[in-house]
C-alpha cells in the first residue's frame, strides 16, 4: 500500500511539473486574461474617446464592458437615423464573446451586448415643421461580430460591428450601429 501511494504521489508531481513547462512555453496571448484597448473609430471620426475592456474567462468566451464619451454635445438627428456619432453623447456597452475556432480567445467571434445610451435626438411632433431637441437615455440589445488578431507579445487589433435595437424611449434612436476598430494590449 505504501509503495503504491508513493507512485501515486510521483506520478501527480511530475504531471504538475509537465504542465507547468508547458505554460511557460506558450505565447503571452495565450496565458494572459485582461484585455485594455481605446476604438481609433470613434477617436478619430467621431470626435469622442472609446475604451474597452474584456476579461478572459476560457479559451471561448470573454466578458468586458466599453465606455464611450463625445468630447462635446453632438448635433441632434432625426430620431429614425442609426448613427450613434450624431446624437449619442454617452453610451456604455457590456458584453459578451464566444470565440468560434480552438484559439485562445482570439480571431473570429460573435457578440452579444446592451447598449445604456444617452444623448440629444432631434424630433418632429405633430406634423409640426418645426422641430424640438429632446434628451433620451435608452437601452438597446443587440449582436454583434468581428475579429481579434493578437500578436505573441500580447498587442492586438480588433474590428467588427454590432447592431442594437432600443427598447424604451420614443425620443431615441431606433437602432444604434457600435463599428469596432480597436488597438490594445493584453495583459
Known amino acids: 500500500m505504501k509503495n503504491f501511494l508513493v507512485v501515486i504521489t510521483l506520478l501527480f508531481t511530475s504531471q504538475t511539473i509537465i504542465s507547468q513547462e508547458n505554460m511557460s512555453n506558450l505565447p503571452k496571448r495565450d496565458t494572459q486574461k485582461n484585455d485594455l484597448s481605446i476604438n481609433l473609430h470613434y477617436f478619430s471620426i467621431v470626435e469622442g474617446i472609446n475604451i474597452n475592456y474584456d476579461r478572459v474567462l476560457n479559451k471561448s468566451i470573454s466578458i468586458g464592458v466599453s465606455f464611450f464619451k463625445a468630447y462635446s454635445n453632438q448635433d441632434p438627428v432625426n430620431n429614425s437615423d442609426i448613427d450613434i ?14 470565440y468560434v475556432g480552438k484559439r485562445f480567445a482570439r480571431r473570429f467571434y460573435l457578440q452579444g451586448l446592451t447598449m445604456i445610451s444617452s444623448g440629444k435626438a ?52 431606433e437602432s444604434l450601429v457600435h463599428p469596432n476598430l480597436s488597438v490594445g494590449y493584453r495583459f
Do not use: M, Q, W
Open 122 to 173: 432631434n424630433i418632429f411632433r405633430n406634423n409640426d415643421p418645426v422641430s424640438e431637441d429632446v434628451n433620451f437615455t435608452d437601452v438597446a440589445l443587440g449582436v454583434g461580430i468581428g475579429d481579434k488578431r493578437i500578436l505573441k507579445n500580447g498587442l492586438f487589433i480588433d474590428f467588427g460591428i454590432a447592431i442594437a435595437y432600443n427598447l424604451l424611449s420614443k425620443n431615441s434612436p
Open 85 to 98: 456619432s450624431k446624437s449619442t453623447n454617452f453610451l456604455a456597452i457590456p458584453n459578451i464573446k464566444y
